[in-house]
């Protein structure tokens, strides 16, 4: 994208997704590193372990993983363009042995039955048309005793009618407000058992917080070469958007499960616990 260019009508009419290509901003899993360590730790990963990251975007699960674990990991994604830039994190991590990235469809995947030993699907099957055919599909690539780890975000407190429709214009999706429940049961009525859940809710940012990282994200060298009309409607319409979700989020939070195909031969767990 030739930079120069760009009018402030282009950035207007970017959607989301387009936006945050532009300013390289680095899409991750919910929780982004906290989660990812714990998934490192629960699922075991170490050398030799074979991981599925689906909806990789820019690589960011995929790369902090193959680092905490030493696994083997590939990275699959239906944006080349994120995909291009995840390999060159992964060379410039020097990491590029232990990972691939490759394009391909969480509802159609490319790949052979029974390859995992972990399938990350993070948010992403929210996302998706057939969400069904999305986690057959990642029961298919999984082996039998692999764990599939799904951390899907929902809503906490209830959001007001204008509140859905500003996000699902901004993510240009028609978003209906779930919550725990509707994930607890999608994940586990048909094909998975859930090994071990935590729950956890967004920090509630300041708009101070907010505009801080928006100035870090828009300070970055490759945006200079944007006229001055250009980059500041860039400024106004990311904050906007940043401001959005700030507002959203606090509205919400995710669990990171780690499920298990069900097994008739085993006896279902009674006497459960929580922390105290
Ligand atoms: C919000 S990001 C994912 C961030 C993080 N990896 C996670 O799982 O929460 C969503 C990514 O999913 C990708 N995506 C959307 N539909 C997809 C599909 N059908 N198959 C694979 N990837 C898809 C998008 O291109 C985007 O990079």
Request: net charge neutral.
């Amino acid at each position: 994208m030739n930079l120069k260019k760009l009018t402030s009508n282009d950035i207007e009419k970017m959607s989301y997704n387009e936006l945050i290509g532009l300013v390289k901003e680095t899409n991750r899993i919910p929780g982004g590193s906290q989660t990812i360590a714990y998934i490192s730790a629960m699922s075991g990963l170490q050398p030799g372990k074979k991981v599925l990251d689906i909806g990789t975007s820019t690589g960011n699960t995929a790369i902090e993983l193959a680092n905490l674990s030493g696994a083997n990991i590939v990275g699959i994604d239906i944006n080349e363009n994120s995909l291009e830039e995840a390999r060159k994190r992964a060379i410039s991590c020097n990491l590029d042995k232990l990972l691939s990235f490759q394009l391909d469809n969480a509802m159609q995947l490319s790949l052979a039955d029974k390859t995992f030993d972990v399938v990350v699907c993070g948010n992403v099957t929210s996302l998706l048309s057939d969400r069904k055919k999305a986690l057959s599909e990642y029961k298919r690539v999984l082996k039998d005793t692999g764990f599939l780890v799904a951390v899907p975000m929902y809503y906490i407190k209830k959001p007001s009618k204008q509140l859905i429709r500003d996000v699902s214009k901004a993510i240009q999706v028609d978003i209906k407000p779930l919550y725990k429940d509707f994930w607890k049961q999608f994940f586990t009525e048909d094909e998975f058992d859930i090994f071990i859940e935590k729950d956890f809710a967004f920090d509630q940012l300041s708009e101070e917080q907010v505009d801080k990282f928006c100035d870090y994200i828009l300070s970055r060298k490759h945006l200079q070469n944007l006229s001055p009309e250009a980059a500041i409607t860039l400024r106004r319409v990311y904050r906007e958007y940043m401001q959005l979700f700030r507002y959203n989020l606090a509205h919400m939070g995710y669990t990171v499960m780690l499920l298990r195909k069900k097994n008739p031969d085993m006896d279902p767990e009674l006497f459960t616990a929580h922390p105290i």
